[in-house]
């Protein structure tokens, strides 16, 4: 008899290992920490606002590199450089996340840490001072990508921050003072929060950046990120 119990209650217990419609059970949170200290980790650095074929005149750079002193110069950071001369260059980093629901909504709780020279207070330039750079992050389902205009310049595909002011893909959460009135490197930290949807196939696209205000030269050496992915819940 109890041979005859047990297996009777077998197809309830495969019943039970499924879902009624043959999802998959995906996790309601994902996390990543990322440390530049040798590889990209996936990222993928780029730039726009700046005109087609000006790349060498804009010195822009991008790539793994020993952090400058007084910072420990044995590590490395991810870095990115730019010299802006319109009073408008935006520098983004990138990298796609898979495996999460389809058309759900996430809250990218990120902290981003990176090194920069520029002084808070005291100091003046053309367009605004140096630390006029501002950081924003974002979520999407489609791929940020740079194109082309109609003026021959180049533009993001999604609405990021411009300078002080959020986008619907992005919004600002600090600027890249480095909280001294002196030039100098120091290691910074910022955190926020953006929600974001995913696509069809359960991918969602992360983005961090600079949007810069500053006419001269901007480089930064960013040593982490970290983003922890929450599905947003309904009311």
Same mark, same amino acid.
């Given at each position: 008899?109890?041979?005859?119990?047990? /297996?009777?209650?077998?197809?309830?217990?495969? *019943?039970?290992?499924?879902?009624?419609?043959?999802?998959?059970? *995906?996790?309601?949170?994902? $996390?990543?920490?990322?440390?530049?200290?040798?590889?990209?980790?996936?990222?993928?650095?780029?730039?726009?606002?700046?005109?087609?074929?000006?790349?060498?005149?804009?010195?822009? $750079?991008?790539?793994?590199?020993? /952090?400058?002193?007084?910072?420990?110069?044995?590590?490395?950071?991810?870095?990115?450089?730019?010299?802006?001369?319109?009073?408008?260059?935006?520098?983004?980093?990138?990298?796609?996340?898979?495996?999460?629901?389809?058309?759900?909504?996430?809250?990218?709780?990120?902290?981003?840490?990176?090194?920069?020279?520029?002084?808070? $207070?005291?100091?003046?330039?053309?367009?605004?001072?140096?630390?006029?750079?501002?950081?924003?992050?974002?979520?999407?389902?489609?791929?940020?990508?740079?194109?082309?205009?109609? *003026?021959?310049?180049?533009?993001?595909?999604?609405?990021?921050?411009?300078?002080?002011?959020?986008?619907?893909?992005?919004?600002?959460?600090?600027?890249?003072?480095?909280?001294?009135?002196?030039?100098?490197?120091?290691?910074?930290?910022?955190?926020?929060?953006?929600?974001?949807?995913?696509?069809?196939?359960?991918?969602?696209? /992360?983005?961090?950046?600079?949007?810069?205000?500053?006419?001269?030269?901007?480089?930064?050496?960013?040593?982490?990120?970290?983003?922890?992915?929450? $599905?947003?819940?309904?009311?």
């Amino acid at each position: 008899m109890k041979k005859l119990v047990f /297996l009777l209650g077998l197809p309830f217990l495969f *019943l039970s290992c499924n879902d009624d419609d043959g999802a998959p059970n *995906l996790p309601p949170q994902m $996390e990543l920490n990322d440390q530049f200290n040798g590889d990209k980790k996936g990222w993928t650095a780029g730039f726009s606002d700046y005109p087609v074929k000006m790349e060498s005149d804009w010195k822009l $750079e991008e790539g793994i590199g020993n /952090l400058p002193a007084p910072l420990d110069t044995q590590k490395k950071g991810f870095r990115i450089s730019g010299n802006n001369h319109s009073d408008d260059l935006f520098m983004y980093f990138k990298k796609k996340m898979t495996g999460l629901k389809p058309n759900q909504e996430y809250n990218a709780a990120f902290t981003l840490e990176f090194a920069s020279d520029a002084p808070s $207070e005291g100091w003046a330039g053309a367009g605004g001072a140096p630390n006029a750079v501002s950081v924003g992050i974002g979520a999407v389902g489609t791929e940020p990508k740079t194109t082309v205009d109609n *003026l021959d310049h180049y533009r993001m595909n999604i609405d990021k921050i411009q300078q002080k002011n959020d986008g619907k893909d992005m919004k600002v959460i600090g600027d890249i003072g480095n909280g001294t009135d002196k030039v100098g490197y120091k290691l910074l930290t910022k955190t926020g929060e953006f929600k974001g949807k995913t696509d069809a196939s359960g991918n969602l696209w /992360l983005i961090f950046g600079t949007d810069s205000g500053f006419e001269a030269t901007t480089t930064l050496y960013y040593t982490s990120v970290k983003v922890k992915l929450t $599905e947003a819940t309904t009311k």
